[in-house]
Structures are given as structure tokens and as C-alpha cells.
């Protein structure tokens, strides 16, 4: 049995708060840069341009790519074989705590739904947790910011949904999202499980590298055939128009019952942001 303190665990996750928010995954920083050169459309270019500057110009700063630097999403894959000293919960909290306000990153969680109040440390993350074997643990930081998450949806679909009105569903997500999820999007899609399941595929989705496709190379297609009927609404980087609106899209499965086909959308801006580390 392998002993971790749970300091660790806090420093680890204060740590990937403020990277995350800072420097974008390099597959996606690739694809943006990508993005430039496909970009058929004069404005568009230039959207994508002022997006590469904003990149650097976060990093050499060491100031947040974006203003909205989210809601703290945390994934964790815990193994059976590690033995935690003290509260791993309160661990999490206070590492998503230390990283926002010693960060300087924007705190944006209310402490009610409805009645509101600022928490003012950006607490309580969303934390799901994951037993697995080994002695390792793996801690995902991925930080979700509300432009973007507004706009997601989910629908249960029947068994009689055929494929393509399942690309319609994402499409018309992309297309009711149009300059309000920050475009060039990146779309986490969930198919299978219940209405919870599909919800949390699709944003275990967004957290998967976009240079990565599906292992399944029926999904993978569908994949594609998803991001060309998007790309095709002709919405653009920043919704000014372009063939360039999303930069991919993700999905993940899971088996459902015989009388159901959930299907969640996860929307992510340009700045779909996430990093890992394992402790």
C-alpha cells in the first residue's frame, strides 16, 4: 500500500488550476494554428491571427489565455492501491482555492444557484472520482468557462433516431451556440448511458486531446462527418463568418438501455482548456 499525503494532492491541483488557465494543450494550440491557414475567409484569418497572438502573448505574460478562467472541473482516477492521509475532497477544494486566489485567476462560483453571492475562491469545484487499480493517482484540472457551457445541450433520443438525426442534434447545437460560445468551438459529445451518463461523456470528451480520434473507427467517422456538417453552417471564428467553426469534435460512448439513445453536447470555446498530472 502506497501512502500520499494529501498536501500533495492540494499542491498538484493548485498547480494545474494556473497552468491550465495560462497555456492551452499543444494538440489544440496546433490545431489553431492550423486553423489560420485553412481559414478561406479574409476576417476569419484575422480572428485567427489575433488568436495565436493572445496565446503568446499569455505566455510570455503568465496571464490567462481567457478573461473567464471557469469553473474548476476536476477528474480523478484513484488506485486501490493508495492510501490517502488526510481528506482527499478537502484536498481538491483547497488546491482549487489557493490556485484561483494566489493565481490572481477570476473567481466566478456563486455559492447559491439562485440566491448567488460570490464564494470568492472559485470553490467548490465539480469533482468526479474514479477507482482504478495501481497505486498511482491522476488528477485532471479542467477549468469551464460559461460562455461556452450555456450553450450546451442534451436529448433523449429513441432507439428510432437514425445517424444523421443525431448529426443534425450536434449541428443545430453549433448553430444556436453561433458567436456566443467563442468560435473556433471544440464539441464533446456523449452518446449512450442514461441522462446523467451522457451529460458526463461528453464533457470526459472535451477533456480528450482533439488530435486524438475515436479508437472506434465507426465513431471516428461519425466524428468527422460531425465537424464537416458544423464547419459547413459557415458560422467562423468569433461568429463573423468563415468555413472554420469548429476545430473538432470528440466523442464518447457508453451501452444504453434498449429503450433510450441519450445524446449530449458539451460546447468548449477555442480555449478548451485541460491539464493532467499524476501523482
Not at 39 to 56: K, T
Not at 73 to 88: D, P, T
Not at 207 to 226: H, I
Request: charged letters at 20%; aromatic letters at 6%.
Amino acid at each position: 500500500m502506497r501512502e500520499l499525503e494529501a498536501r500533495k494532492i492540494t499542491e498538484v491541483v493548485a498547480r494545474l488550476c494556473v497552468e491550465a488557465n495560462r497555456v492551452l494543450p499543444q494538440d489544440l494550440e496546433r490545431r489553431i494554428q492550423q486553423g489560420l491557414d485553412q481559414e478561406q475567409s479574409e476576417l476569419g484569418r484575422a480572428v485567427f491571427q489575433d488568436l495565436c497572438w493572445n496565446m503568446d502573448a499569455a505566455r510570455e505574460m503568465n496571464i490567462p489565455v481567457c478573461q473567464d478562467t471557469g469553473m474548476a472541473v476536476i477528474f480523478a482516477e484513484v488506485g486501490q492501491e493508495v492510501h490517502i492521509n488526510g481528506s482527499f475532497e478537502e484536498a481538491v477544494q483547497e488546491g482549487v482555492r489557493r490556485g484561483y486566489t494566489e493565481g490572481l485567476l477570476r473567481c466566478s462560483v456563486v455559492k447559491d444557484p439562485i440566491r448567488r453571492g460570490n464564494t470568492g475562491d472559485n470553490t467548490p469545484a465539480i469533482l468526479h472520482v474514479r477507482l482504478v487499480p495501481g497505486d498511482r493517482v491522476s488528477l485532471t484540472v479542467a477549468p469551464k468557462g460559461f460562455g461556452s457551457e450555456n450553450m450546451s445541450r442534451i436529448n433523449m433520443f429513441t432507439p428510432s433516431a437514425t445517424e444523421q438525426d443525431i448529426i443534425g442534434f450536434v449541428t443545430e447545437t453549433a448553430r444556436l451556440a453561433g458567436g456566443n460560445a467563442c468560435p473556433p468551438m471544440v464539441l464533446g459529445v456523449g452518446i449512450g448511458g442514461d441522462f446523467e451518463k451522457c451529460a458526463l461523456l461528453a464533457k470526459q470528451a472535451l477533456c480528450r486531446a482533439v488530435s486524438e480520434r475515436n479508437a472506434d473507427p465507426y465513431y471516428a467517422g461519425l466524428e468527422r462527418r460531425m465537424l464537416e456538417a458544423v464547419n459547413a453552417l459557415g458560422i467562423g471564428p468569433q461568429g463573423f463568418g468563415g468555413t472554420v467553426t469548429a476545430l473538432q469534435v470528440n466523442i464518447c460512448e457508453f451501452p444504453t438501455h434498449i429503450a433510450g439513445l441519450p445524446v449530449a453536447v458539451n460546447v468548449g470555446c477555442h480555449v478548451t482548456r485541460h491539464q493532467q498530472y499524476i501523482l
